[in-house]
């Protein structure tokens, strides 16, 4: 099977929050990217609401059902809940996203920027992701190129984990990605070889993914937001300034 694209449309909800009211919609542009043949929705709530909210989350997962496409939800199943924000656990309950990716944020950072240290004790990781594998989710875990004990994440119960590729990703922007890309490898092969399924994702650009997936074997999946969404910009830019210019000579 193909690598499966998952479109993050996590940025969308920055834009609209800016505004504090509905547009630009989440649910239409996640419709827009399945109708253009994305093989799946991402989201990553975060407990700040800066983006993804919990009725959107509520939202896609309907849109995503309805469309029979996977649900790929985002989130550190130890932030506790707040207001506006049920707390991970919680949302998976409501809407039993076929994959829970679980990552390690604190709550202060701009954005995931580390995978799981498999080094400690692993009973409470193992509990969550008992929890949510009996909802029905498939649970993948974020995990760094290079992680010293990444068997662990099949230890732990998850069935996938998902690459950081962060680091790969600003090794390719400076010129020479070819150690990041071994890194990437050779993680993704001692994975697979305990029976993990291997997804990826974090600052992957139209430029680099080529590059990744010639190098990494075998991926099943790949989340991208940042880049896709900054793309669709400069791609819509012509033909929107030029309907806006036809309703001025309209007006
Ligand atoms: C888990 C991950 O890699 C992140 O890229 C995340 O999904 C993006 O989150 P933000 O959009 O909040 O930066
Ligand atoms: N899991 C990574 C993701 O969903 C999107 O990351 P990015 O493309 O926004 O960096």
Not at 17 to 35: K, Q, Y
Not at 71 to 94: Q, S
Not at 111 to 121: A, K, N
Not at 144 to 158: F, M, N, Q, S, T
């Given at each position: 099977?193909?690598?499966?694209?998952?479109?993050?449309?996590?940025?969308?909800?920055?834009?609209?929050?800016?505004?504090?009211?509905?547009?630009?919609?989440?649910?239409?542009?996640?419709?827009?990217?399945?109708?253009?043949?994305?093989?799946?929705?991402?989201?990553?709530?975060?407990?700040?609401?800066?983006?993804?909210?919990?009725?959107?989350?509520?939202?896609?997962?309907?849109?995503?059902?309805?469309?029979?496409?996977e649900?790929?939800?985002?989130?550190?199943?130890?932030?506790?809940?707040?207001?506006?924000?049920?707390?991970?656990?919680?949302?998976?309950?409501?809407?039993?996203p076929a994959q829970a990716?679980?990552?390690?944020?604190?709550?202060?950072?701009?954005?995931?920027?580390?995978?799981?240290?498999?080094?400690?004790?692993?009973?409470?990781?193992?509990?969550?992701?008992?929890?949510l594998r009996?909802?029905g989710c498939r649970v993948s875990?974020?995990?760094?190129?290079?992680?010293?004990?990444?068997?662990?994440?099949?230890?732990?119960?998850?069935q996938r984990?998902?690459?950081?590729?962060?680091?790969?990703?600003?090794?390719?922007?400076?010129?020479?990605?070819?150690?990041?890309?071994?890194?990437?490898?050779?993680?993704?092969?001692?994975?697979?070889?305990?029976?993990?399924g291997?997804?990826?994702?974090?600052?992957?650009?139209?430029?680099?993914?080529?590059?990744?997936?010639?190098?990494?074997?075998?991926?099943?999946?790949?989340?991208?937001?940042?880049?896709?969404?900054?793309?669709?910009?400069?791609?819509?830019?012509?033909?929107?300034?030029?309907?806006?210019?036809?309703?001025?000579?309209?007006?």
């Open positions: 099977m193909p690598t499966q694209l998952s479109v993050n449309v996590n940025k969308i909800a920055v834009l609209r929050n800016s505004r504090g009211g509905d547009e630009p919609d989440v649910v239409r542009a996640a419709s827009t990217c399945l109708d253009a043949g994305a093989h799946g929705i991402t989201v990553h709530p975060r407990p700040d609401a800066r983006h993804i909210r919990a009725e959107d989350v509520y939202a896609l997962a309907v849109l995503t059902q309805s469309r029979g496409v649900f790929n939800l985002e989130g550190n199943p130890f932030a506790p809940p707040r207001v506006g924000y049920p707390g991970f656990a919680a949302l998976c309950g409501d809407v039993r990716t679980l990552v390690p944020d604190s709550d202060g950072q701009i954005t995931s920027d580390h995978g799981f240290d498999f080094s400690g004790d692993l009973g409470a990781l193992r509990e969550r992701v008992a929890e009996a909802l875990l974020f995990v760094d190129a290079g992680c010293p004990d990444v068997e662990r994440a099949a230890e732990v119960g998850a984990i998902e690459l950081y590729t962060g680091p790969f990703a600003a090794a390719h922007a400076g010129g020479d990605a070819r150690a990041a890309i071994a890194l990437c490898a050779e993680t993704a092969r001692r994975a697979q070889a305990v029976g993990l291997v997804n990826a994702g974090h600052d992957l650009s139209q430029g680099n993914l080529a590059a990744f997936l010639q190098g990494v074997p075998d991926v099943l999946e790949v989340s991208i937001g940042h880049a896709l969404i900054g793309d669709a910009l400069y791609a819509g830019l012509d033909a929107t300034v030029r309907r806006y210019l036809e309703a001025i000579a309209h007006g």
